[in-house]
T-cell receptor, first 114, second 113 residues
């Protein structure tokens, strides 16, 4: 039972480069989301999706794009990396519409932008 | 602005001892409060979820309490083990769909032998 799988685990980018962070879940969860975690701060929501074909912005969406073509996958794209995007990125999923369904997190992608 | 404040920021205890972590929130509306455990280099893992009508909830050696009137929650760890060394994150949900989650900055607990 893999749960939520994120790749890569580590990534170093130069300013201006683009890349895609991958996220896949095998729990048939409708709800998926992306967070970033910075030192001393709580996790902040970047984008989320309540089902295939549906995405919406979270608290800090600028500089990131998402798409949801399947239930299983929810990639996060950095369009033109900036040093301010240096962070740890977590993908999470849960059963939509269930108030007591916890978020299941992946183990994160540690991104450094130089 | 919705906020979740956790204290202390860090804590060191000896193996076998108990400890209590605090969470104060100013989130409205309120749906439920969650505690997560995050091991170093890993994603958070859910410990408990409580609604406003629940005062206490246990998960093994972890017991969470909630006072919705004072907007405070605590996480009590009994008979600590080395594997309890982690960050503990308090999360308050403002809706049922999980889109309005406010995360605390976490308490980093270190259990020493």
């Amino acid at each position: 039972n893999a749960g939520v799988t994120q790749t890569p685990k580590f990534q170093v980018l130069k300013t201006g480069q683009s890349m895609t962070l991958q996220c896949a879940q095998d729990m048939n969860h409708e709800y998926m989301s992306w967070y970033r975690q910075d030192p001393g701060m709580g996790l902040r929501l970047i984008h989320y999706s309540v089902g295939a074909g549906i995405t919406d912005q979270g608290e800090v969406p600028n500089g990131y794009n998402v798409s949801r073509s399947t239930t299983e996958d929810f990639p996060l794209r950095l369009l033109s990396a900036a040093p301010s995007q240096t962070s740890v990125y977590f993908c999470a999923s849960s059963a939509a519409g269930s108030w007591n369904s916890p978020l299941h997190f992946g183990n994160g992608t540690r991104l450094t932008v130089t | 602005k919705n906020q979740v404040e956790q204290s202390p920021q860090s804590l060191i205890i000896l193996e076998g001892k108990n400890c209590t972590l605090q969470c104060n929130y100013t989130v409205s509306p309120f749906s439920n409060l969650r505690w997560y455990k995050q091991d170093t280099g890993r994603g958070p893992v859910s410990l408990t979820i409580m609604t406003f009508s629940e005062n206490t909830k246990s998960n093994g050696r972890y017991t969470a309490t909630l006072d919705a009137d004072t907007k405070q929650s605590s996480l009590h760890i009994t008979a600590s083990q080395l594997s309890d060394s982690a960050s503990y994150i308090c999360v308050v949900s403002g809706d049922n769909a999980g889109n309005m989650l406010t995360f605390g900055g976490g308490t980093r607990l270190m259990v020493k032998p």
